[in-house]
């Protein structure tokens, strides 16, 4: 009889998608373009952040958008509007955007007229934290209406981000949110992730936010960003 | 959701690494998943069962190896787990510091098949 064999493997289950990651940031590299992947849940602020800060990016840096959507395109008319190029992916019912479907939209793009391109990711804060798609930086959006409890709930997304923008904060006057509650378990899951509060109704605290990702984009020009 | 595209990823890892060698039919497959990774066991069989179908690794077992979130303090080096979808504030049990790393749960490895 044919006998059992053990193969070890030890792989990680996404290194294609991961080398595949590698591959965009080694491209984007050579032609210094930035890339950053926003995710959020829905209604957290995922395109009127994007859409705030091209109005005060714009005429600073040379701005594109990839907008993950599973299937309409009423976010990427809106980027449209501000007069910046937008590649739509329908992902058909996909819960999040990987690394291959990026590639294909940046090719989209001409990439070498282009500093910065923004990542809207599907809107959920599990999936979307499982897949690289090899932006430099990866910010997470969370609005005072969900609640300051999502960190319990979603720990890998916060652990993962780069940066975490809270957004809404007109709103946390009479809310039950804890801000104090949620900045201390954003330090103790991920102590060197950055903090913005901000709201893209009023633009309260953008201008720092603003200032902060300048910063990122800048130190890739200088040669010194690599992905975290 | 996403548990198809994790299922599809593992299903190719298997094949090729069995084809690699010497082939044969796969009957177990080990993956090492951390706690931090929303990833159901359950669900993850069901998407290889039917995905597999046709395929060496069609009846093949899924068992999955847990690991903790664990945490090493930067103050006193002790290494200590936490339960992050609770409330209470972390401390390291042995010097009180809430100055630490993460050092594992977030794993999503495939260990090792048995092929016959």
Not at chain 1, 100 to 119: H, K, Q, R, T
Not at chain 2, 38 to 57: C, H, M, V
Not at chain 2, 70 to 78: E, N, S, T
Not at chain 2, 87 to 93: Q, R
Request: aromatic share 6%; proline share 3%; glycine share 8%.
């Amino acid at each position: 009889m044919d006998e059992i064999r053990q193969i070890d493997i030890r792989k990680n289950i996404l290194s294609d998608n991961e080398d595949q990651a590698e591959v965009i940031r080694g491209e984007l590299a050579a032609k210094k373009v930035f890339l950053l992947n926003v995710m959020a849940s829905p209604g957290a602020g995922k395109t009127s952040l994007i859409v705030q800060t091209i109005r005060r990016l714009k005429g600073r840096l040379r701005l594109g958008v990839i907008e993950g959507d599973i299937e309409s395109t009423v976010d990427s008319e809106k980027i449209v509007r501000e007069g910046v190029p937008a590649v739509q992916i329908r992902t058909g019912g996909a819960c999040h955007l990987d690394a291959p479907m990026v590639s294909a939209a940046l090719a989209e793009l001409e990439l070498g007229n282009l500093d910065l391109v923004f990542i809207e990711n599907i809107g959920n804060l599990i999936c979307p934290a499982e897949f690289d798609t090899g932006a430099d930086r990866k910010v997470m959006i969370l609005s005072v209406p969900e609640g300051d409890d999502k960190i319990l709930k979603y720990p890998l997304m916060f652990s993962i981000c780069e940066a975490l923008v809270i957004n809404k904060i007109d709103y946390l006057e009479g809310s039950d949110f804890d801000l104090q509650a949620l900045r201390r378990r954003a330090y103790e899951l991920n102590p060197g992730m950055r903090l913005f509060e901000v709201s893209c109704k009023t633009g309260a605290g953008l201008d720092e936010w603003c200032a902060w990702l300048l910063g990122e984009v800048s130190r890739k020009w200088a040669g010194g960003a690599a992905a975290a | 959701m996403h548990e198809l595209a994790v299922t599809k990823s593992i299903l190719k890892l298997v094949l090729d690494h069995a084809a690699q060698n010497g082939g044969g039919e796969v009957l177990k497959i080990t993956l090492v998943i951390g706690e931090l990774r929303n990833l159901e066991e359950d669900w993850i069989q069901r998407y290889f069962d039917y995905i597999s179908k046709g395929t060496p690794a069609e009846h093949a077992v899924i068992k999955v190896r847990k690991v903790p979130v664990a945490f090493l303090c930067k103050d006193c080096g002790r290494q200590f787990t936490g339960d992050l979808h609770r409330e209470e504030k972390l401390l390291c049990p042995q010097c009180g510091g809430f100055s630490y790393d993460l050092v594992s749960g977030r794993e999503l490895i495939v260990e090792s098949v048995e092929v016959r």
